[in-house]
């Protein structure tokens, strides 16, 4: 019986929970059509999830790009069909592991840090100072946010992209001895423009995904600096599990667009 209560419990709370991160969602996302427009709030939040990232998911790129080329020509090989690591390679980064690694990378640096901030000033009262100025915390703090991350993530997730098959090219060219040329090629048959669209439109939704659960987290920080670390810490792995959740659905949805 216990047990029972204890499930009808947590499913209330995790049903609430979806009500509100939907909520702030909604609010926030209206905002970004509502004026007054500030540009120089998305012009700072797109420097924070862009620039701070950028060298952090390019250098996990360009070694997940080998590390695929490696393990790629050993599943080839078996089959003589190594000459086409640069198609597998390629189609594997464009169409999941760019976009979902690049989204991980950056809700864990960024997700944290937005946590942190809102949560901090939550603690410290400052969200409480804002409303009482008029001021709307969600206008003012989660829009910029959301749209700076629906900006910025697909194109961290392009370089990645290319980041990554360069890397696979490095070690093709060094195992097989194969011309970047034809590499090239290679890659340019596989990828099209469906698939392109397909891990580009996902991260747009990463992007705003990382933004909202970091907000949810920050404002509902209390307990001072350990709350704040708390808010953090759940930021993180909330994030992580939702991305690796919704690239499924997204996935099956982009399957039967294109």
């Known amino acids: 019986?216990?047990?029972l209560l204890s499930i009808d419990t947590a499913a209330k709370k995790f049903i609430l929970s979806m009500g509100q991160v939907t909520l702030l969602a909604t609010k926030g996302f209206a905002g970004i059509f509502v004026p007054p427009f500030n540009l120089k709030l998305v012009l700072r939040e797109i420097d924070n999830f862009g620039a701070g990232s950028l060298l952090l998911v390019d250098l996990i790129a360009l070694f997940t790009g080998m590390v695929m080329a490696l393990q790629t020509i050993y599943g080839l090989r078996m089959y003589g069909a190594e000459m086409y690591v640069g198609s597998v390679v390629s189609l594997s980064l464009v169409r999941e592991l760019g976009p979902v690694m690049a989204s991980i990378m950056v809700g864990a640096r960024v997700g944290s840090g937005i946590a942190a901030e809102i949560g901090s000033m939550q603690?410290?009262?400052?969200i409480d100072a804002m409303r009482a100025l008029g001021a709307s915390p969600i206008k003012k703090l989660v829009?910029?946010?959301i749209?700076?991350?629906m900006i910025t993530l697909p194109l961290l997730t392009v370089t990645a992209d290319i980041i990554g098959i360069f890397g696979g090219m490095i070690i093709a060219i060094f195992e097989l001895e194969i011309d970047s040329t034809f590499y090239i090629d290679s890659v340019l048959t596989t990828v099209t423009i469906s698939d392109l669209l397909s891990g580009i439109g996902k991260?747009?939704?990463f992007g705003a995904l990382i933004a909202v659960i970091g907000c949810y987290f920050?404002?509902?920080t209390s307990g001072g600096t350990t709350g704040v670390g708390r808010s953090t810490t759940v930021t993180v792995v909330t994030v992580s599990i939702m991305i690796l959740i919704s690239d499924f659905f997204l996935t099956k949805?982009?399957?039967?667009?294109f």
Do not use: N
């Open 218 to 220: 920050g404002l509902r």
């Open 147 to 149: 749209l700076a991350g």
């Open 203 to 205: 991260t747009v939704f």
């Open 143 to 145: 829009t910029p946010k």
């Open 1 to 3: 019986m216990k047990i």
């Open 253 to 257: 949805l982009f399957l039967i667009i």
């Open 123 to 126: 603690v410290t009262e400052q």
